[in-house]
């Protein structure tokens, strides 16, 4: 018996190297056949996606939802399923004094997935500065509390910036590596700020070569000093070590922390982003990030093709997750986790981080998005006029 039957979209998964126009049938929650021209059954709900791109449900690698707690987090369904994401990482928001309320309150009332990364910081962002001394990390509590929530905590998130980076340098990177070894989760770094002593190496200079396979760079496109690019305008050497390594590559915009500029020099020099991620706060939502789709719509503008935006939020950062066998794919018996997504030509202008402007000519839109099975209309949108960027004058 078919419950749900996607009708007539134009189904894009790189998983599966699959695209054309195809039915999908969900059973039971979960995706039972991929085919053209399924017939429904007298019980079936039809929904019509014809002119649609149908994916796998977008996967969002970094987010803030740790709504009620942080001042900036969002409601996690808003960056969820209203948004076309089915499946959402915390990148840090909380840390081992303020998780609890993390499985309580805000996994139940959530109809998005979410996984979490343990700020390395006992209070986690509620307080800035989040990490200035030694204090404030406890590394023995933060192990127990990775240990008593195995599964929903995949690593140990550090903000490699701010106070903390002269006072402690390369010890904070350590200690949170040690954490994320002891608790045996990855580790999810937060790049691109300041030097640790005037004409020295900078922090993300000594911390790339700490990290290995599987572990997280995020912020890689950052324009701050500090970020992935020498000197000498060439991207770091240890940068493209870790590339080689298997460091696992994440470009998450947030309010502070992409620059086109960066981009194109970097992707000239080799390096290859694995995943687009958001950082999406309350005030990013508002201004400069907006959402998930509209990060897509950015790296369209940046030259990607509409397979590898799709692929790089979905089966790559299922395969961060090591959950490439059961997210981010279209695949029969898979958890049905679809986006239906809508794509806009237009003359549509992208603003980075540090002011620079972008043009591009395609934008894509969530439509609906099936988590587990569960059909969900994509919400109103972040901007006045709904999900559309801004437009040229
Ligand atoms: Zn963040």
Redesign the pocket.
């Known amino acids: 018996m078919t419950d749900l039957l996607l009708k007539g979209g134009e189904v894009l998964d790189p998983s599966q190297n699959l695209r054309g126009t195809f039915d999908i049938a969900v059973q039971d929650g979960s995706i039972s056949q991929v085919a053209p021209n399924i017939r429904p059954g007298p019980e079936t709900r039809v929904v019509d996606v014809s002119g649609k791109l149908v994916v796998p449900g977008l996967i969002d690698l970094?987010t803030?939802v740790y709504d009620g707690v942080n001042q900036t987090g969002v409601k996690p369904d808003l960056a969820g399923v209203f948004s076309g994401v089915t499946t959402l990482v915390d990148?840090?928001s909380a840390g081992c004094y303020t998780f609890g309320g993390f499985p309580r309150f805000i996994v139940p009332e959530s109809k998005t997935r979410i996984f979490c990364m343990l700020h390395i910081s006992r209070a986690g962002l509620n307080f800035q500065p989040d990490l200035s001394r030694r204090e404030d990390i406890d590394l023995e509590e933060t192990v127990n509390v990775i240990q008593a929530n195995r599964g929903l905590i995949q690593g140990v998130k550090i903000r490699a910036v701010g106070p903390g980076v002269p006072r402690m340098g390369i010890e904070m990177v350590e200690l949170a590596k040690q954490a994320a070894n002891d608790g045996g989760v990855r580790l999810m770094v937060?790049i691109g700020d300041r030097f640790v002593e005037e004409g020295g190496p900078t922090i993300t200079q000594q911390l790339l070569p700490l990290l290995e396979q599987g572990d997280i760079i995020?912020h890689l496109f950052s324009g701050n000093s500090g970020n992935i690019m020498g000197d000498d305008g060439n991207v770091l050497p240890e940068l493209l070590e870790a590339q080689e390594r298997g460091v696992f590559l994440d470009t998450?915009h947030?309010r502070q922390n992409f620059s086109f500029d960066v981009a194109r020099r970097a992707l000239d020099g080799g390096v290859v982003p694995r995943s687009i991620s958001t950082?999406l706060t309350i005030p990013g939502r508002l201004h400069t990030v907006h959402s998930m789709t509209e990060m897509l719509s950015r790296f369209l503008a940046l030259g990607f093709s509409l397979e590898d935006v799709i692929r790089m939020s979905t089966i790559n950062p299922a395969s961060a997750l090591d959950m490439a066998d059961s997210l981010g794919s279209l695949a029969v018996g898979r958890e049905a986790d679809i986006s239906v997504l809508e794509e806009a030509t237009g003359d549509w202008v992208f603003q980075d981080t540090e002011g620079e402007t972008l043009r591009g000519d395609k934008a894509l839109t969530p439509v609906v998005t099936i988590k587990s099975g569960e059909v969900f209309a994509a919400d109103w949108g972040p901007r006045p006029w709904g999900w559309l960027p801004d437009t040229a004058e």
């Open positions: 970094h803030h990148a840090g937060h995020t998450a947030g950082d």
